[in-house]
């Protein structure tokens, strides 16, 4: 009897005692996984199968008739020396990147300032924050329609506001003329933007200790120092955050002036996002508008490249 116990007491668990256990830690394993395919899933369909699709097409000749057959020959980089041989796109990274470069600097510039403002508690604070707010709620087409009314030459308010105070002598015609146009959707496009700069900005702002200020202040810190040391240092990564995506947005900002001016008068607002789509859906040239498109992917990246580079900097200091 003692030998039968002593073996009972040794014999393994079955399979079916097991069972319960080893499907928890399967669930434990898989759950967080089956929670993240459904993302992985649209990421993988809308975002990574385009991306790669455009990187095919940008070595194929491709138009509405291969696409039809399924003939599209490889060409190698014949697209990317067209579209780098072509004047129109050379001119329209020009005007790409003064484009970004000067909405971004008024863009920041005011939302920054905003952004103080609204630091600081005053009457109505809440009210005006919100009312700021609506250029970024507003769709883009409704706001570009907007502002095209506006900046109409012969019945639009600017012309009628600036002509009223004495500011100017003769309509400007911000739509049409080909050295002004491009000024026009600038202006526009940093009205939209503001809001974006000052939310982000101003979290920054308030993310900043009172305490600090405090200190500055008992040690005879004026205003301009407490900005200056502590404002400025400290709002170091949130800057280059919000120039970073803003950069990233305005660069492929394609409905405002498409909206504004459709690329005209005479190519003069026509930015590497309408030039991508003209050359792609106009001229159906499929091919070397994913070439367009893989450089700016290409320029996109090395602007991250050195935002990475500035934020590992500014961590480790």
């Known amino acids: 009897m003692s030998t039968t116990a002593t073996t009972s007491r040794h014999i393994p668990k079955t399979s079916a005692s097991q069972g319960p ?81 000067g909405s971004l600097a008024f863009q920041f510039g005011i939302g920054f300032l905003l952004a103080l403002l609204f630091n600081r508690p005053f009457p109505f604070a809440g ?15 409704v706001s570009g329609t907007i502002f095209k009314w506006m900046f109409q030459a012969d019945s639009g308010i600017i012309n009628y506001a600036l002509l009223s105070i004495g500011l100017i002598h003769a309509p400007i015609r911000w ?12 202006i526009a496009n940093i009205w939209i933007g503001i809001p974006f700069n000052m939310s982000l900005l101003l979290a920054g702002l308030q993310s900043i200790s009172a305490s600090l200020y405090e200190a500055a202040l008992v040690d005879g810190a004026n205003a301009f120092n407490r900005f200056w040391y502590i404002t400025l240092p400290l709002m170091r990564s949130t800057s280059l955050t919000v120039l970073m995506l803003g950069f990233i947005y305005t660069l492929n900002v394609f409905d405002l002036i498409y909206v504004m001016t459709g690329g005209g008068p005479v190519n003069a607002t026509e930015a590497m996002p309408l030039y991508a789509y003209r050359t792609a859906f106009e001229q159906f040239d499929l ?29 480790a200091s």
Do not use: H
């Open 21 to 101: 256990n080893q499907q928890r830690k399967l669930i434990k394993t898989v759950g967080p996984y089956l929670f993240a395919l459904p993302a992985t899933l649209f990421l993988l369909l809308f975002l990574l199968y385009p991306i790669c699709t455009m990187i095919l097409y940008s070595f194929q000749q491709v138009n509405v008739g291969g696409l039809l057959t399924g003939d599209l020959p490889f060409v190698g980089l014949d697209n990317y020396r067209t579209v780098l041989n072509d004047q129109i796109f050379r001119s329209s990274l020009g005007i790409s990147l003064l484009f970004t470069l």
């Open 127 to 141: 009210t005006m924050r919100g009312s700021v707010m609506i250029a970024w709620m507003l769709p883009i087409v």
């Open 175 to 186: 739509l049409s003329d080909p050295g002004v146009a491009l000024w026009g959707i600038i």
């Open 287 to 315: 091919g070397a508008g994913s070439a367009v498109a893989v450089l700016m992917f290409l320029l996109l990246l090395v602007v991250s490249a050195i935002y990475l580079f500035l934020i590992r900097r500014e961590e």
